[in-house]
């Protein structure tokens, strides 16, 4: 009886991989920016973007993609995420250029999530 409890099949996790990636990357997973979108009512949405190193002015940058994109934008402060920049409408393509043009990221650390 003992060797079919041991041939019986334990519980299948299937993010256990996703998991184990998260943490296992830790500190790794800081080297990325994401540049979100969330869909609000209708044909509104909002674009975000977390993962920029603390020693940037978020208040700058968001000036600089204000004015570059003609769009509004604030500066939110989350718990989890620390500050986060909300842009209106689907700038996320726009966002990657500019943060690649000014110097302040690499192309292959943004990561561009939605749709």
Same mark, same amino acid.
Request: one cysteine or more; charged letters at 25%; proline letters at 2%.
């Given at each position: 009886?003992?060797?079919?409890?041991?041939?019986?099949?334990s519980a299948f996790d299937p993010?256990?991989?996703?998991?184990?990636?998260?943490?296992?990357?830790?500190?790794?997973?800081?080297?990325?920016?994401?540049?979100?979108?969330? @869909? =609000?009512?209708g044909r509104k949405s909002l674009?975000?973007?977390? +993962?920029?190193? &603390?020693?940037? !002015?978020?208040?700058?940058?968001?000036?600089?993609?204000?004015?570059?994109?003609?769009?509004?934008?604030?500066?939110?402060?989350?718990?989890?995420?620390?500050?986060?920049?909300?842009?209106?409408?689907? @700038? =996320?393509?726009?966002?990657?250029?500019?943060?690649?043009?000014? +110097?302040?990221? &690499?192309?292959? !650390?943004?990561?561009?999530?939605?749709?």
């Open positions: 009886m003992s060797d079919l409890d041991h041939q019986l099949p993010f256990a991989e996703a998991n184990a990636e998260d943490s296992s990357a830790g500190a790794g997973s800081k080297d990325y920016v994401h540049v979100r979108i969330q @869909q =609000r009512n674009t975000t973007v977390q +993962g920029l190193k &603390k020693e940037y !002015s978020y208040n700058k940058i968001l000036k600089d993609l204000k004015k570059e994109f003609c769009c509004n934008g604030t500066v939110v402060q989350d718990p989890e995420l620390g500050q986060v920049i909300q842009l209106q409408g689907d @700038q =996320r393509k726009n966002v990657a250029t500019f943060l690649v043009q000014a +110097g302040i990221m &690499k192309k292959d !650390s943004i990561k561009i999530h939605g749709f």
